[in-house]
Nanobody, 123 residues
Framework: VQLVESGGGSVQSGGSLRLSCAAS????????LAWFRQAPGKEREGFAT???????NYADSVKGRFTLSQDNAKNTLYLQMNSLKSEDTAMYYC??????????????????WGQGTQVTVSS
């Protein structure tokens, strides 16, 4: 399985970006797709998950501002990010697990990772 992110860039505080994650050869019905981010000097943080049925889970840090969606026919995951803040600046990674999302936002439950896309929010 290959995951390819796109859509990162630079935006001013309060702005919006939409990230995409294209997954190849991922036809399982039991899976968890997730977004993680890592800022310089900080640990990788998981903040959003979605399963095959569209059930989502968000960390408090992004709840109400970020929205996950997926197009199962295209094997593509989307992350709409609104009301961006400077503290959202990080490298953003798409990840996938062969297990369901019941384990929560944990990097050690992910089996596949994308290469990352940079998001920079300036104040």
């Amino acid at each position: 399985v290959q995951l390819v992110e796109s859509g990162g860039g630079s935006v001013q505080s309060g702005g919006s970006l939409r990230l995409s994650c294209a997954a190849s050869e991922f036809t399982r019905r039991t899976y968890c797709l997730a977004w993680f981010r890592q800022a310089p000097g900080k640990e990788r943080e998981g903040f959003a998950t979605i399963d095959y049925y569209g059930t989502t889970n968000y960390a408090d840090s992004v709840k109400g501002r970020f929205t996950l969606s997926q197009d199962n026919a295209k094997n593509t995951l989307y992350l709409q990010m609104n009301s961006l803040k400077s503290e959202d600046t990080a490298m953003y990674y798409c990840a996938a697990s062969r297990w369901d999302c019941s384990g929560g936002l944990r990097a050690d439950r992910m089996h596949y990772w994308g290469q990352g896309t940079q998001v920079t929010v300036s104040s």
